[in-house]
Structures are given as C-alpha cells and as structure tokens.
C-alpha cells in the first residue's frame, strides 16, 4: 500500500482583542498544521502539528517540496517515513531548501500521526489498542487561569465556576506573569473554588529563577498541588529542575518545550521529573511518543502530554505509566477542540471516553476546516 496523495492546511483562529497571556508570551487560540494522507487503496488518515511560534516557515516548507518523498512510500511503514522526514534536520537538502528544523520537526510529527492513523484503519483497530489496549478511558485535566487584559479575581473566579459547572475534576492554572504574592492569591482563590477533593496543577511555563522558584513551591506548598509544571527559566532547567525537585514535596514535570525525544530523554535521566508532557504534535509524533511512554515506565516516571487531548489519549491509554490528558473545553481559548471534529471523544466528569472506532477514531468536521484552515496543498 503507497502513499498516492497528501493534502495540508494551516489552521488559524483570530484573536478577539483580548488575548490570553502564560508568564510571558502570548499562547494563540490555534496555531496548527493538519494533513490529511490518503493510500492508494482508499484509506485516510489525519495528523495534526502545534506550533507556538510563526507557522510560515512550516507553510514554506510544504509548498517546497518536504512532502515530495513521502508519495509512493509504504503507507503501513511510520517509522520509515518518520526517520526519513527527521533526518532532514541534519541534511543538505535542508537548508539547501530553506526548511528551518523546526519546521522539519512539526511537518514529521503531522506526518507521523496521519501515517498511525492509516495503520489502525488497516488493522481495524483503535491506536490505543494497537499500542498496548492498556484502558479505554484516561482522566482529564482542563487548563485555565490564563492572564488576560483587565483580568481581575472576578473575572478569574467566573472562569472557574465555567469549568466546574461542566462537570472537571482536575485544573491546571497559569502563574508566573505577577509577583508571588498576586500569583498565590490567585492559586489560593481556585483552590477554595474547587474544593480540596479536586485536583489543582500548576503551571510556570518557564517564567521563574530557581530563587523564585524555591520560594513559589514554598508558598505553594499549603495548597497541595498534583504537580508543579516547568517552573524554571529555559537556560538551565534541567540542572536547575534537580536542585528544585531537592527542596520540594512537589512533583515536578516539563517536557513540552523540548525539541525532541533526546531532550525528554535528558529530563528523566537528570532524576529531577515525576511527570513527562512531551507533545506528539509538536516533535515526534506517536513513533516517537509510544518510545518515551515505555521509557517513563522503565524509569517510573508518569506521562501527562500536552494539549491535543483527543490525539494524545491513545499513548495514555495505551500504558501503565498514562495519568492524565490536558483539554481545553472553553472555545474562546482553543475552538479547535470544540469544532474540529464531527466525533470527539466525550469527556464527563474529568474523564475522556475514547472512540472505539479505528485509528485515531476521529471524523474531521469539513466545516470547521474551511472556516479556520488555509489549504496550502
């Protein structure tokens, strides 16, 4: 079975004049390149990759020809087809071309899942399943708490009940862009919202020095949080991620800004981690995901993926090391969620059911594709 056609958007939404602020840069309500890989025997699969940073360079890469090669492969081959397309970050082609790594890294992950979802179509199997069948059903966090212009505890406080009234059992909310004394007033705040049955996370996203960081588990200490997520700056943090795991009770995770596997490798191996989050869609997709998911296991460290709930609960569902799923299920932060699917997966009561339907088990909604996607192939 070949690869006979590849079709790729880049999906957008537009700001509405207010948007939502992590410790210091702003996260975009969609930001994604979808592909749609179909074999010369009528099967389709779908992958999807997230990127925080401008998307040109993965338009540029596309409608230049990254894809070229990937027609007339072996469509029931990923880890072939991934390792040719990763390959490129160290090729002359590459930057013969203009193709930024990157860019080369999200077009293989995209690639990788569409390439996923053909094979479990073909086996007739869920990828869940495929991958190990560990459980049908994953708990689910929902994120939140983002800064937002005019922001006030009022307007964090309505947010909160949002979620609650939809039925969540477990909150990530966003510190790091006030002084510590705002952020735990804040933390403080949804902790009494939600009770202390419910789960609360924490998420810095690589906004403070460990001084502060010491300091901001200190304080957090009292509010007893499931984790505490990416709480140091960039230049340092994985020797800097072990001095911290020294000092607290609180289990740490990270894993999301790393550019590859061998990064999230690095993490474990520092013994500064209880929960890995790399992110499929944005390096290595599920051939590279299954792998760190049976490392953690070997190492006793959790998976927590971030974002794409619908695509990451098959690596959770698929091992004993899965915990946990992030969703976002208020349309002004991620439509995408919400609208990008005829057939998402229900989540109830902090609990994501996953389709038994084969391969991914998702019905892309043309709908939505047309009205947040540019076709750029």
Request: charged share 25%.
């Amino acid at each position: 079975m070949k690869v006979r056609a590849i079709e790729a958007w880049i999906l957008t939404a537009p700001e509405d004049g207010r948007p939502h602020w992590v410790s210091h840069f702003v996260v975009p309500r969609a930001n994604e390149l979808l592909v749609r890989v179909t074999t010369d025997s009528g099967f389709q699969g779908i992958g999807i990759a997230t990127s925080y940073t401008p998307i040109e360079a993965v338009r540029k890469a596309i409608r230049s020809g990254i894809l070229d090669d990937v027609i007339g492969a072996d469509a029931l081959a990923p880890e072939r087809i991934y390792q040719s397309l990763f390959s490129l970050t160290w090729n002359k082609a590459a930057f013969s071309k203009g193709w930024s790594r990157e860019a080369t890294i999200r077009v293989s992950a995209a690639i990788d899942i569409a390439m996923w979802d053909i094979l479990g179509k073909v086996a007739e199997l869920p990828l869940y399943r495929l991958f190990g069948g560990y459980v049908d059903k994953v708990p689910a966090y929902v994120t939140c708490a983002y800064y937002r212009e005019g922001k006030d505890l009022e307007e964090l406080k309505d947010e909160i009940s949002m979620l609650k009234e939809q039925g969540h059992r477990s909150f990530k909310a966003k510190v790091g862009g006030l002084s510590l004394a705002e952020d735990m007033e804040r933390m403080a705040l949804i902790r009494d919202l939600i009770g202390d049955d419910a789960e609360l996370m924490v998420d810095v996203n690589r906004g403070w020095d460990l001084d502060t960081a010491l300091e901001g588990a200190r304080l957090l200490e009292s509010l007893s949080p499931r984790w505490l997520e990416e709480p140091l700056r960039w230049v340092d943090d994985r020797r800097e991620l072990k001095l911290l795991s020294r000092a607290t009770r609180i289990p740490l995770s990270a894993g999301e800004s790393e550019l590859t596997s061998y990064g999230c490798r690095s993490l474990i191996e520092e013994q500064a981690i209880s929960i890995l989050q790399f992110d499929c869609t944005m390096m290595g997709g599920f051939t590279e995901g299954r792998k760190l998911a049976a490392f953690c296991e070997l190492n006793h460290v959790r998976v927590a993926p971030h974002h794409d709930c619908f695509i990451h609960a098959h690596v959770v569902a698929s091992s004993p090391a899965g915990l946990i799923v992030e969703s976002f299920t208020d349309p002004e932060r991620d439509p995408l969620q919400a609208e990008l699917f005829e057939n998402p997966p229900r989540i109830d009561n902090g609990v994501l059911y996953l389709n038994p339907q084969p391969g991914l088990g998702l019905e892309l909604s043309m709908a939505a594709v047309e009205r947040y996607g540019q076709r750029i192939i």
